[in-house]
């Protein structure tokens, strides 16, 4: 089975700061994808950032980028010069192709502050 | 702009009183989900349609149903709440099934239970 631990339940960054979010997962599977997915207060969550776990490159979507280590299997995630509209709750998730679904973290809310 | 709504955006019943949520989607997407999201937890897939083929999640309560008439609306069907079942309730498309495609969510159905 697949588990997803999100270590940090609240942080509060400065605008402009960069502010790193953790994440560790668990699983047996070979082939498996992680994500970010970002839930603003009263709107619907999007998907941020995903990662193949075959793939050694860190992906990188404009301010956002993960640090992926497989053999730590750590996944966090990077937001560059913080804004304001970066105010949300952010998941961490993980899916196997065994499971066949999606595995979400607790999540940890994010204040960007002015 | 398509997207995946969900209506109403707030709903009361009363304990042991049936209730529907709906969802529906504009992107012709073959698989819906149904996600429960309590509060500083992780979302919790309930169950999900790959087009009419239905995926009962093991742990998923006997009290939870759902139905899919057709491609663009999904139901979820709470036959007789507890204050357990108080949540958000999160419906969720994606373009076809595997555990690496992107999710697209509804903002969600607050569930009241008096």
């Known amino acids: 089975a697949q588990t997803v631990t999100q270590s940090q339940p609240e942080m509060s960054v400065q605008e402009a700061e960069t502010v790193t979010l953790s994440c560790t997962y668990d699983?047996?599977?070979?082939?498996?994808?992680l994500f970010w997915y970002k839930q603003p207060p009263s709107r619907q969550m999007i998907l941020v950032i995903r990662?193949?776990?075959?793939?050694?490159q860190n992906a990188t979507e404009n301010r956002f980028s993960v640090n992926f280590q497989k053999a730590a299997k750590s996944f966090s995630l990077k937001i560059s010069d913080s804004q304001l509209g970066d105010t949300a709750m952010y998941f961490c998730a993980s899916g196997g192709n065994r499971d066949d679904k999606i595995i979400f973290g607790k999540g940890t809310r994010l204040h960007i502050l002015p | 702009d398509a997207m995946v709504i969900q209506n109403p955006r707030y709903q009361v019943t009363q304990f042991g009183k049936p209730v529907t949520l709906s969802c529906s989607q504009t992107?012709?997407?073959?698989?819906m989900y149904w996600y429960q999201q309590k509060s500083s937890q992780a979302p919790k897939l309930l169950f999900h349609y790959y087009d009419k083929d239905f995926n009962n999640e093991a742990d998923t309560p006997d009290n939870f149903q759902s139905r899919r008439p057709n491609t663009s609306f999904c139901f979820l069907d709470i036959r007789s709440p507890g204050l357990g079942d108080a949540a958000m309730y999160l419906c969720?498309?994606?373009?076809?099934?595997?555990?690496?495609?992107?999710?697209?969510f509804g903002s969600g159905t607050q569930l009241s239970v008096l």
């Open positions: 699983t047996s599977e070979n082939n498996y994808y």
């Open positions: 992107l012709n997407h073959n698989v």
């Open positions: 969720a498309t994606s373009r076809v099934s595997g555990v690496g495609e992107k999710l697209f």
């Open positions: 990662q193949e776990a075959y793939k050694q």
